[in-house]
């Protein structure tokens, strides 16, 4: 999940630091996403979005249900 928002930071430059300052976490909280150890809310994948001026499902796509 949180693959495709390294890749677009990665491209942009970004750093999570720069994200975190941005949204108002700690720069571990934004490092706890990108590996997957923390669930992003609502407000994170929102702003993250409009912070790296993408659309939030492209950042954050629904994961496919596990059969």
Request: glycine share 8%; net charge negative.
């Amino acid at each position: 999940m949180t693959t495709k928002l390294r890749q677009v930071m990665e491209e942009q430059g970004r750093r999570h630091v720069w994200l975190a300052e941005l949204l108002g976490v700690s720069p571990s909280h934004v490092t706890r996403v990108l590996n997957g150890e923390r669930q992003p809310g609502p407000d994170f994948k929102r702003e993250a979005a409009q912070a790296l001026g993408v659309a939030s499902e492209e950042l954050f796509p629904a994961e496919e249900a596990i059969a």
